[in-house]
Nanobody, 121 residues
Framework: QLQLVESGGGLVQPGGSLRLSCGASGFALDYYAIGWFRQPPGKEREGVSCISSSGVNTNYANSVKGRFTVSRDNAKNTVYLQMNSLKPEDTAVYYC??????????????WGQGTQVTVSS
């Protein structure tokens, strides 16, 4: 079964860091763009970042530019989201998603279950 699994979430203080991982089972991520999304409490899901299949091209929401970094290690079949200088407004459930059909950051077909990130003192 094709599946994406996020991990690495937790509770951190403002200014702290977390690294989220998105791992694939049942298929290889090599050919696919991977997007990161988040859904704050009581809010709609929003895009955070995306990385191309090669890892060369990346994009970020304005709210996280300069603080978050997306990367991938295709040998480990894993995509990462390094989150630095975290703010309370970063609190959300974070999801990764794979672009299977299009293979770009423009459309997504497969979603993970999400991992909770809470930034609070």
């Amino acid at each position: 079964q094709l599946q994406l699994v996020e991990s690495g979430g937790g509770l951190v203080q403002p200014g702290g860091s977390l690294r989220l991982s998105c791992g694939a089972s049942g298929f290889a991520l090599d050919y696919y763009a991977i997007g990161w999304f988040r859904q704050p409490p009581g809010k709609e899901r929003e895009g955070v970042s995306c990385i191309s299949s090669s890892g060369v091209n990346t994009n970020y929401a304005n709210s996280v530019k300069g603080r978050f970094t997306v990367s991938r290690d295709n040998a480990k079949n894993t995509v990462y989201l390094q989150m630095n200088s975290l703010k309370p407004e970063d609190t959300a459930v974070y999801y990764c998603a794979a672009s299977i059909v299009g293979g770009t950051c423009d459309e997504y077909d497969l979603w993970g279950q999400g991992t909770q990130v809470t930034v609070s003192s």
